[in-house]
Every structure is written in C-alpha cells, then in structure tokens.
C-alpha cells in the first residue's frame, strides 16, 4: 500500500474520502467543509467515540464519504485505533483508494502521524497464502490536512523498512509449521543476512554438542529437523554500545511428552514469534545503519513427543555446569532460551534483551495487548517502557521477587523447570534471570501479544502480529 501526503483536499473521482471526527468538534462546521454530501447525512449525529462510524454518499460525484471516530486529538492510542477503524470499513467497503482528510485544525505532532501510518499499513495485512479467494487490499491512501503540518514525511523510508520487517515476522509466524521448522528459520536468517549484510553464524548439531548447549539438544531430540542455534550479527564501523536480543524459536509446540490438549496446541506454530521479531529488527537495524552493535540469538527446534523425546525426570547440565531438573516438557522455552543466554551473557554485552511467547499464565494477566516486562535493571526497563508507548506494542511491568526463588528449586538439581503453584510467568522469568550473569537482563513475555485469535482494539486480523519488530527498533533507535 502507498500513502503519499498531499498538500490540498482535492479527491479525485471514486476516491474514497474519510474524514476523522475528533471528539467535541464542531459538526455544522464540517459540513460546510463539504456542500457535495447530500442533506440527509447532515441529520446524522456522529460524537467523535473511538468506534463511531457514518457512512454517506455524495450523489452527483458518487463518492463514499466515511466519518470515523477520532477520540482525542493528539492520543496515540487513538491515533492507532482510528487508523484500525478506518482500514476495516475501507476493507468492507471494497474501497482500494482513499483520501484521509484532517478537517479539524488540531496541531498533529509527528509521533501522531507515525502511529497512524504504522497502524493504518498494519491493518492492511492479510495472511491468505493458503486461499483461492484474497481479500482485496487497500492500494493507495493521500493524506491531507486542513492546517498545514509541520511533518514532511521525510521519515516514511525508514517506516517503510520497519513495516516491511514487522510484515516479513508476521508471514514468518503465520507460515505453516510443516513449512517454518528450524531448518527453513536457518533459511530465512541466511536470506535476510546476505540481502542486508548481516554475518550469520549457524551452530547445528555438531557445534551444539561442542558447545554445550544441552538444553535445545534435550528438547529437540524427538524432532526430525536438527535443532539450530543461530547468531546474527550487525557491526557498524563505530559502535560504543553492544545489544543482544534473544528470540525463542520454538517452531512448534506440541509440548513434548507433557502433550498439550487439542485446543491449547492449536496456535502453536506462534511459538517462534520471538526469533521472527528478532530477525526482523536485525534486518530493520541493518537496513537503518543504526550505530550500534546488535547481536541476535535464536535457539530453534520442535518441541515434540516421540520415542527419542526428553522426559520428566531428566536432569539437563548446562554449559555454565548448572543443572535443571524437567518437571514438565511443555515447560520447554526456558530449557533452549538458557543455553542462548548462556551465549549472550559471554559475550559480555551492555545489555540482553529476550523476547519469547513463554507462558500461557501471561496472556490470563495481561490479554492480548499487553506484553509483561520483567526487568531488574530500572534504565532499561524504562527505555523499553518509552519505546513501548510510542510504537503500540505495549509493555505492562511484571515483578521478579526473589522470594519467589525457592519455589523453582529441585531437590534433585539446581533448579526445575516448572512449578504449578500460580505466578508461572514469574518464575518463568526467575529461572531465565538465573542465566545471565550480571548483565542487564529485560525479559518480555509476548504469548499474549504475538498471536492473535481474534482481532483486538488496534489490529483488525486474528494471527501473527509481528509483536516486538517495532519496539526493539524504536528502544534501539533511542539508545544509538
Ligand atoms: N509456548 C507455551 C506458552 C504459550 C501459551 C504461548 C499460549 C502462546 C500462547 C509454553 O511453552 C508453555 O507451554 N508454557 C506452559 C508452562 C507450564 C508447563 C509451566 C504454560 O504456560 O502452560
Ligand atoms: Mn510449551
Ligand atoms: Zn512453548
């Protein structure tokens, strides 16, 4: 889709016009705005609520005008919701073009108009690979604004990569699981370093057994695609700061031997949404030639029963010799997400940023918008939190008690992997945080906000929603 800013409200024929209402505007007034509606639209009322939407028509022209609810002037969040709106009712009405025209004289800061953008191409998106019948997408919308607006749009390149990477995630996630297993991730990484000059280094089974690295060896012994460990890395010329972000890659989660039941297996292939969001704003970092170095780790395999499946009961020794008992084998993420942070902690970076749809506990606390932050280092979890509330994809911090360790403690090794006394997203966090030496760690649990199984109040098809590209990037764009 191409959105293009255009300095006068001039629609061309058949051009779709949408006009957002802000909350307490004056209705005469817009009308006046425009003689072309026919009369009957004028009696209808229209408050500016977020949701609100009247549809009319101009009879001579043959337009459709739609008047969407804006809410309040200048809010993100209804900036986001009311790009949402209007991508749907463009959707329903089998309208391709569209002019979005700011009748009201509102001042519209640029992270407004960038969270409109943002949202308006993210809800332009369909996953309909596997469908004789594609719903038509949106082609062109023109922005105009009554006042004139500071921003040029010199920025919408450097958006147009984000979104294409946030898109790319999203078609990652989506994408089968028969077809997205550790072997075509391993792909995917090697297209996105050689198209954008990134170094890709793959530890398979071999290396993974020099390494150490027991934790994807036991979880993926039942699989038959070969377990993965991958590192991509970005390295500007000049750098003075190091970043690494870790992505859970589990391509499917059958759960292992503690099998899930049918319903909650169902959206499993989301699995590995932590290592596509990682993928994505690596390329997005390298595209941007952000001046950081940025190192991304993605442990990948199937999480399966079978006859050579790890067990409840085994006792994992990893490569920092610390030992974990498995308790339960659908408690999988955190086994492979130690041994990546085992290898990130080496590396001795400013700091480990780790994204993983890890526990079902998170999306009972906080739905499907909200992310749980877990992170004892107070500058980064609030440069995560800023990063956060200026993309849409939202963080809500989670504590990480350490009262709460000895509940992860085994009797017979160091740690378990699993204990079922409440707070599991907690000690989910707990038992990651026992990996990373003194580095500072943030956590951020995306089961909730990865996948979708129905549309929520800013995006407006169920699936993957690329959750993560847009917020490393912004935290990373703040920090270089
Ligand atoms: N991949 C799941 C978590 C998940 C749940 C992701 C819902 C997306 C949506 C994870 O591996 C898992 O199975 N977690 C268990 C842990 C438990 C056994 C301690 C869970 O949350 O039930
Ligand atoms: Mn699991
Ligand atoms: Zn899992």
Known sequence: MKIIKKSSYRPQPHVCVVIPVFKGAALAELWQEFPELEYPARQKRIKGEIGEALACHSLEQRRLFLLVGAGKPGRLADARRLACRTMTLLREHLATRALLYFAAPLPYPPEYLRNLVDY???????????????????????????????????????????????????????????RANPDAMVQAFAAAAGRHGLKLEAWRRPELEANGMSGLLAVGASSCCEPALLTLTHEPRDFSRTVVLVGKGITFDAGGLNLKPGNSMEEMKCDMAGAAAVLGALSAVARLRLPLKVIGLAPLTENLPGRRA???????????????????????????????????????????????????????????????????????????????????????????????????????????????????????????????????????????????????????????????????????????
Request: with cysteine; glycine share 8%; net charge positive.
């Open 120 to 178: 308006l191409h993210l809800n332009n998106y369909r996953f309909d690979r596997y469908r004789k019948k594609k719903s038509k997408p949106v082609e062109r919308i023109e922005l105009a604004f009554k006042k004139r607006v500071s921003w040029s749009g010199a920025e919408w390149p450097e958006r147009a990569i984000v979104l294409e990477e946030a898109r790319l995630a999203r078609d990652l996630v989506n994408e089968i699981p028969a």
């Open 310 to 480: 790890y067990k409840p009961g085994d006792i994992i020794t990893y490569a920092n010799k610390k030992t974990v008992e498995v308790v339960n084998t659908d408690a999988e993420g955190r086994l492979i997400l130690a041994d990546a942070l085992i290898v990130a902690a080496r590396l001795k970076p400013d700091m480990i940023i780790e994204l993983s749809t890890l526990t079902g506990a998170i999306v009972t606390a906080l739905g499907d918008s909200y992310a749980g932050l877990f992170c004892r280092n107070r500058r980064l979890s609030a440069g995560l939190l800023q990063a956060a509330e200026s993309s849409g994809e939202l963080l809500w911090e989670m504590p990480l008690p350490g009262e709460y360790r000895e509940s992860i403690a085994s009797k017979v090794a160091d740690l378990k992997n699993a204990n079922y006394n409440g707070a599991s997203s907690i000690k989910a966090g707990l038992f990651l945080s026992e990996f990373t030496g003194r580095v500072p760690f943030a956590h951020i649990d995306i089961a909730g906000t990865a996948f979708l199984s129905k549309p929520n109040f800013c995006l407006n098809s169920e699936g993957a929603t690329g959750f993560g590209v847009r917020l490393l990037v912004e935290f990373l764009q703040n920090l270089g």
